[in-house]
């Protein structure tokens, strides 16, 4: 079976704990709880009859005196960069994340997730332009998270 | 092998260390007793070590070099495992050999993830007050020890800077904008003393207050009012100062023993415009007065209605001479000039000089008389009342 390493970077609070449980366990806790480290959670996938299982590395999200170790990033075949979409820093920083990780591993897939997009308002949401690896998603209302791993699975099985 | 286990299970303390011995192809060789508790499924010898490990998957390459060389280690930190914090070292054990050792640090990583929770969510606080301060229409700024050391996002703008660094810089030192003997934000804050006071920088006009955040760091806030306090000094009908405003300006000038040039304007038989066009008319009329006096004067001068078709003009800095051609033209503009509905309509001017014993009163009194005179004789012209 193929097994593919993908890992969930992004500034902390920014939600990457709650799409994996999303995506996982199809569940949602309001509660904020700080990730360290890493924790791996697996997740079987089918695309086109090819069948691979998904690692999935919940990374601790990096704060302004903190910065991710670069141990983690090795081996990676995709990542998911997640921002908060109320919070403009957390879009700001995605750039660095992703050039983080594309040094690390310059062959690999990656999409854009605007979290917690619940709390954006219709017009808020009108104003940011998405490109298509890039999705407005609610791990709280189960909204594109799904579609949102799907299409990294699908960039990395092509 | 068996003196191996038994050695190694010596050396790596029950609780603190567990392993596993994989071969080259990653199959479990053998296992630390405890090492199960640690893992989410039943770990057996033979079994596949990515199963148990997914940690290593992408990895694999960097692992086999392990064999062969003792040197190499791989080593990934801080891993949640089944509900425990463990850091996972692959070390050499012999050439088809590998050890992997799981030291748990749960202890020490649930006290970090505590301090790390309590930083993050004071930062995210943090970020919801400068969200609060930056959606202020106030500039907002603390001063501490005599220096800026902090302002809102409002207040960077106004003064065209990026971060407070660059306020400090530019030695902005807003308290001589109060009053230029003011030497510190310590002594202004002093001389507020909890109340408000108005300020003006760059043409714009403030209220000033100051409050006490801690011992040490006072919080001044500027209200822009330059939009609302211009309303109150305008004419609603015209556009030009109000007569209040006038007044206040014209007694301060007095005050200050400046040099000026008065001169009253009306409009001649406006009485005439009413009663046959209406006062819809008229008031249309006074606008364009208005408007045409005041594109044709400097915009330091000040052009007032006095009341009804009466206007003031105050000329400062400005000699006998230059005032007199000036009127002047604007005499000959307002003649020469078509009106809406009405035509053409004429204006006669008082006009006169200040001189050291006047006062308010004498000097608009002068100016008066002089526009007086100006309609005795025959209206549409300029008098001049020598002090």
Not at chain 1, 12 to 39: A, N, P
Not at chain 1, 53 to 67: A, N
Not at chain 1, 73 to 85: L, M, Q, T, W
């Amino acid at each position: 079976m193929i097994r593919k390493k993908i890992l969930l970077l992004g500034d902390f609070s920014v939600g990457k704990t709650s799409l994996v449980r999303r995506y996982v366990d199809g569940s949602f806790d309001d509660k904020y709880l700080t990730t360290i480290g890493v924790k791996i959670s697996k997740k079987l996938c089918s695309i086109e009859n090819i069948e691979c299982e998904v690692l999935i590395w919940d990374i601790e999200g990096s704060t302004p005196s903190k910065k991710i170790s670069l141990g983690y990033y090795k081996g990676a075949s995709g990542a998911i960069f997640v921002s908060d979409v109320t919070r403009r820093e957390t879009i700001d920083s995605l750039d660095e994340h992703k050039d983080i990780f594309l040094s690390e591993n310059p062959e690999a897939s990656f999409v854009t997730a605007y979290n917690k997009a619940d709390l954006l308002t219709d017009i808020a949401r009108e104003n940011i332009e998405l490109d298509e690896d890039t999705f407005f998603t609610s791990a709280k209302e189960n909204s594109n998270v799904e579609a949102l791993f799907i299409k990294l699975v699908e960039k990395m099985l092509s | 092998m068996k003196n191996v286990q038994i050695i190694l299970n010596a050396i790596l303390s029950k609780n603190i260390f567990e392993y596993a011995l994989i071969d080259k192809n990653f199959i479990i060789i053998d296992i630390s007793e405890g090492i199960s508790s640690y893992l989410d499924t039943e770990i057996k010898r033979g079994n596949d070590a990515l199963r148990h490990f997914p940690e290593f998957v992408g990895s694999e390459d960097e692992i086999r070099k392990i064999f062969d060389n003792p040197v190499f280690t791989y080593v990934l930190e801080s891993i949640y495992k089944n509900e425990f914090y463990v850091n996972i070292t692959v070390e050499h054990f012999d050439e088809n050999k590998a050890l992997v050792l799981l030291h748990n640090i749960s202890d020490i990583t649930l006290s970090k993830q505590k301090l790390l929770q309590c930083s993050n969510e004071s930062t995210l606080h943090n970020n919801t007050l400068q969200k609060i301060l930056n959606s202020q229409n106030a500039l907002l700024f603390v001063v501490n020890n005599e220096e800026i050391s902090y302002t809102n996002q409002k207040f960077l703008e106004y003064f065209g800077v990026k971060r407070v660094g660059d306020v400090r810089r530019k030695n902005l030192n807003l308290y001589q904008s109060v009053d230029s003997s003011l030497e510190s934000y310590d002594a202004l804050f002093d001389r507020l003393n909890g109340k408000e006071e108005y300020i003006t920088i760059n043409n714009d006009t403030f209220i000033l207050q100051a409050s006490l955040v801690e011992e040490r760091h006072k919080l001044f806030t500027l209200t822009k009012i330059t939009k609302l306090s211009k309303e109150m000094e305008l004419d609603g009908l015209t556009g030009v100062y109000r007569k209040s405003y006038f007044n206040a300006y014209f007694e301060k000038l007095m005050n200050e023993n400046k040099e000026a040039i008065l001169v009253v304007v009306d409009i001649d038989n406006f009485k005439n415009i009413n009663d046959s066009f209406g006062h819809q008319v008229g008031d249309e009329v006074l606008r364009e007065f208005a408007t045409l006096i005041q594109n044709n004067i400097r915009s330091r001068d000040i052009l007032a209605r006095w009341g009804g078709e009466e206007f003031l003009i105050l000329f400062e800095d400005s000699s006998l001479k230059d005032a007199l051609r000036k009127i002047n033209s604007i005499r000959e503009l307002i003649e020469a000039h078509n009106f809406k509905i009405i035509g053409s309509l004429t204006a006669s001017f008082g006009m006169t000089s200040r001189n050291k014993e006047d006062n308010c009163h004498s000097f608009l009194e002068r100016a008066d008389k002089a526009l007086y005179q100006a309609k005795n004789n025959g209206k549409n012209r300029v008098e001049f009342k020598k002090n």
